[in-house]
């Protein structure tokens, strides 16, 4: 059992480390439409859903021969998460659970409730057709 507080000083910097890996990076820099990813998220979601409940559990990043889209989208919904644990810890949030289980909570839950729609709007302004 942990607070988001102690689980943000564990998480972020595993994130963070991730974010900068050579796969990720080449990952973001061949992603052949990024508006396409937008509608990419819409129909993956089951598939991320499941792979971040894996994830949830290991804190492996999912290996296996993952299309470039989904690559990109499992990071972004891994860092909108942690994203979100930090601000939600900084809002003095004390409840204690496990690890997995506020990580599932950041990157599913939150996701589809609210993440999803910021990550929409500040994607779409970003990459305006």
Not at 25 to 37: F, V
Not at 50 to 56: F, I, N, T
Not at 80 to 93: D, N
Request: aromatic content about 10%; charged content about 20%; hydrophobic content about 45%.
């Amino acid at each position: 059992m942990q607070t988001l507080r102690d689980l943000v000083s564990v998480w972020r910097p595993q994130v963070d480390a991730l974010a900068k890996s050579p796969e990720l990076n080449l990952a973001y820099q061949n992603l052949p439409n990024p508006i396409g990813l937008l509608e990419f998220e819409a129909e993956a979601q089951q598939d991320a859903d499941a792979m971040l409940h894996r994830y949830s559990r290991t804190l492996l990043f999912p290996q296996s021969n993952l299309s470039i889209q989904m690559t990109v989208l499992l990071m972004i919904r891994i860092q909108e998460g942690c994203w979100y644990a930090h601000h939600l810890a900084q809002s003095g949030i004390s409840e204690e659970k496990p690890a997995d289980e506020w990580i599932r909570f950041l990157m599913i839950d939150s996701w589809h409730e609210v993440l999803v729609y910021k990550w929409h709007i500040l994607y779409s302004r970003h990459y305006k057709k």
